[in-house]
């Protein structure tokens, strides 16, 4: 077997590849030494810096573990203990949207942040809070008239070149004049659906879908049209094109990786399919890929913005689950809407602050930041396995849940009888948070889901809530 040196795909990936084939086809079993580094690198005739690199992607892949002076073992593979929940079937209709429950439920956002099971927010273990705070006090010294003036829509064009260099990564190329700065993805958000929408107009959601989402439908007068979706493929495409077919959509919504809160991910084939559709039908769609960059194992999956030659795509992220959320950095990608949005963020706020613009273009430059992602995509990953863990072991057995492979919120489908509301009511009164499923549908469905946020570290107190969860959830299920 050999490596091609002449690929674009650098060596110690295409070397990863080969070994994580082998693990996949069983030559290496759970518990199996993987060849040494040393006899890897003889074998294939590349650097041991080469075998490294990819034994390092192979735990990243969550397919090996390193043992101190011993080498690298194949990860035992647990089957799972619980299903996960059916493709979703939402009420049919598009519906004026009832956002209250979302905005009235305190889901413990705070400033600091407490470790929460209800708001997805992560832990400042999960920042890289001191390189954050030496570029931020860098840029304050050194570009003070910068940062104290007025910025201007698209924003900081230093941050946009080292936004437009990384878009290679989730698969998509524009250059920093397609890149509007935002403060945050909800912004952009709020701003895309403003640009393609009016009152009254309909758009298409996956359901369930992000509760953030509802509330810029329900602030602008929009109907929701529900389309079904899977826990682990997203939006059903079927009947998404069956919708577009009987009658007028605006727009259509949705989370394409690692879906807030089901945690799904659409395929790449079903990215293409989904714009094909939009092309036939001209409907834009506002793309939420927030979490895109968390995956936990293997490439990150691409945008849909990636199959978009036509501009239809509104592109939102932000690098507030990566980096930092308190920043507030987001961008929008908006393709043919580009002028409509630039405009709309001139009127709501003129422009995001400029320092935290300064200093993220900065961090972006740094080799630290992708460091740094690579070694949260294993925190998250871990604490998913942990938080999954628990739920297994705490909840009653016909609970079930999601598989998320990116992300960091779990999905989770109580058993018969068991209501969200009562559930979220009751485990507020021991002082845990959840977020209830009816937060996540615009007519008040997904009675009987809790969504579980696994955004701080693993603790005793986390375990100890998981307990009185699973306790609470248990009483109301006989
Ligand atoms: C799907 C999704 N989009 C957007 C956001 C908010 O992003 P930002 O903080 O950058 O506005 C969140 C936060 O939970 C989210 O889950």
Request: glycine share 8%; proline share 7%.
């Amino acid at each position: 077997m050999t490596l091609d040196v002449d690929a674009p795909r650098s060596l110690y990936l295409q070397l990863a590849d080969v070994l994580a084939g082998q693990i996949e086809a069983g030559t290496y079993g759970p518990g199996d030494r993987i060849p040494s580094v040393r006899k890897l690198r003889d074998q294939f005739g590349v650097s041991l810096t080469t075998v490294l690199e990819a034994c390092r992607v192979l735990e990243d892949r969550g397919l090996v573990e390193a043992r101190a002076q011993s080498g690298h073992y194949v990860r035992p593979r647990r089957p799972p203990l619980r299903s996960e929940p059916e493709e979703s079937k939402p009420s049919s209709g598009a519906k004026r949207v009832d956002a209250s429950l979302a905005v009235k439920l305190n889901l413990g956002i705070g400033n600091p942040q407490e470790p929460t099971l209800g708001a997805a927010v992560q832990g400042p273990e999960l920042m890289p809070v001191a390189a954050l705070n030496r570029l931020l006090g860098h840029v304050l010294r050194h570009q003070p008239a910068a940062c104290h003036s007025y910025d201007a829509p698209p924003g900081s064009p230093v941050l946009r070149r080292s936004i437009a260099q990384r878009g290679g990564d989730a698969g998509y190329a524009v250059s920093a004049d397609d890149i509007v700065i935002t403060s945050g993805a909800k912004e952009a958000v709020y701003l895309s659906i403003r640009a393609v929408t009016r009152a009254g107009d309909t758009v298409a959601i996956e359901s369930p879908a992000y509760y953030a989402l509802l509330e810029v439908l329900s602030s602008l007068g929009l109907r929701a049209l529900e389309i079904s979706s899977h826990p682990r493929h997203g939006i059903n495409l079927d009947d998404l094109a069956g919708a577009l077919e009987s009658q007028p959509v605006a727009a259509v919504a949705l989370v394409s990786n690692f879906s807030n809160p089901t945690g799904s991910c659409m395929s790449d084939e079903d990215k293409r399919r989904l714009v094909a559709l939009l092309d036939r039908h001209d409907v834009p769609l506002v793309e939420d890929d927030v979490y895109g960059e968390l995956v936990y194992e293997g490439p990150r999956p691409r945008a849909i913005k990636a199959f978009d030659s036509r501009g239809l795509v509104l592109y939102c992220s932000s690098y507030s689950k990566t980096v930092s959320p308190g920043l507030r950095v987001g961008w929008a990608i908006p393709g043919r809407y580009q002028n409509e949005v630039e405009l709309l963020k001139l009127v709501v706020n003129q422009a995001t602050a400029v320092a935290p613009q300064l200093a993220l273009a900065a961090f972006l430059d740094s080799g630290g930041c992708d460091r740094h992602i690579r070694r949260v995509r294993r925190t998250y990953r871990d604490q998913m396995a942990s938080m999954i863990d628990a739920v297994e072991r705490q909840f009653p057995d016909s609970t079930r849940l999601t598989r998320p492979r990116g992300g960091h919120v779990l999905w989770v489908q109580l058993p018969d009888g068991v209501d969200a509301m009562d559930l979220h009511a009751a485990a507020e009164r021991s002082g845990i948070r959840i977020a209830p499923g009816p937060m996540f549908s615009p007519s008040g469905g997904y009675g009987n889901f809790i969504r579980l946020n696994t955004g701080f570290p693993w603790s005793e107190t986390t375990e100890r809530q998981m307990a009185t969860l699973g306790q609470l959830v248990a009483d109301r299920s006989r």
